[in-house]
């Protein structure tokens, strides 16, 4: 698989979408589909396929996938760091988040920063958890802030806050006129919400229990942004993070979900290699910009 079939791959199996990977790549939906099609002729084997107009991974696909995001990644890790050689960058502030911090608690972080020190560029990242780990481990990253807090044995990890779970539905469903949403409440609504083996799928499992309920979401997501346009077609009603700021989005409501249940946000960190002084101050300002969220949510 050449580099740009790579790059393809790995940005669908990432968006779920020929729109969204093409959108993300800055090239048209044509052309990333034909690159597609002869990365799939060379393998010899489809990767994805049509399934009422959703792209859905093939088997082979999700064995490739892992291997694929890892090469992707140092692909993309070595060219940033050729361009920095060659342009001479110095105080260069690397910073990854997972979707959720980069919508709420990094722009915040990124001001406080930027006012302080203009002269230093800093690199924003992008990512899912996992690959966020790779990134630190791969330097491609010195600093990351995501919604997991497990320790890991080869990175920093700091619990700086915690997001409270919200429900997102359509503007107008009568739930909307609810102050809170409960899981009894949702017994005859289809779910929207995170897969149950992962760290907030378990948290809302044990919820669910405790309501008498179980907790058997009928779309599954990964990343809590790609719930949006479901919602918005009136698929269902999701149980995301509420770190990111779903009041700005058209066409849905965000309501308490409750009993409250809250998600862990840490700054992440490789232990083999000490910040500099700009990853020191990154890192303040991020600390201060989770207070200022929970100081939100908690009406101070």
């Not at 790579?6 to 969204?20: D, P």
């Not at 996938?65 to 105080?91: C, K, N, Q, V």
Request: charged residues 20%; neutral net charge; aromatic residues 4%.
């Amino acid at each position: 698989m050449r580099a740009r079939q790579l790059e393809v791959f790995c940005m669908i199996m990432r968006c779920g979408t020929v729109t969204g990977a093409a959108a993300m790549l800055n090239i048209s939906q044509p052309a990333l589909s034909q690159v597609l099609l002869h990365a799939e002729d060379e393998l010899g084997f489809k990767l994805f396929n049509r399934i009422k107009g959703r792209l859905v991974p093939t088997q082979e696909a999700e064995e490739l996938y892992p291997e694929a995001e890892r090469i992707f990644s140092e692909l993309g890790a070595l060219r940033r760091r050729t361009a920095d050689m060659r342009h001479g960058r110095t105080g260069l502030v690397r910073l990854a988040a997972s979707t959720p911090p980069s919508l709420s608690i990094v722009p915040h972080a990124m001001a406080a920063f930027r006012d302080e020190h203009p002269e230093i560029t800093v690199r924003s990242l992008i990512a899912p958890y996992l690959n966020i780990v790779d990134m630190l481990r791969n330097n491609d990253a010195t600093l990351a802030v995501a919604m997991n807090n497990q320790a890991v044995h080869d990175l920093e990890v700091e619990t700086v806050g915690h997001a409270e779970m919200v429900c997102l539905m359509p503007k107008d469903h009568p739930l909307a006129a609810r102050a809170e949403i409960r899981f009894p409440d949702l017994a005859e609504e289809t779910l929207i919400s995170y897969r149950v083996n992962t760290l907030p799928g378990r948290a809302l499992a044990g919820v669910a229990a405790a309501e008498g309920m179980s907790y058997a979401p009928a779309i599954e997501i990964d990343v809590s942004m790609t719930a949006f346009p479901f919602v918005r077609q009136r698929l269902g009603i999701a149980i995301l993070d509420g770190l990111v700021p779903w009041a700005d989005f058209p066409g849905v409501a965000v309501r308490p979900f409750r009993p409250v249940t809250r998600m862990p946000i840490a700054i992440l960190s490789n232990a083999s290699r000490p910040l500099s002084n700009s990853h020191k101050m990154m890192r303040d300002h991020l600390r201060a910009a989770c207070r200022r969220l929970e100081d939100a949510q908690s009406g101070h």
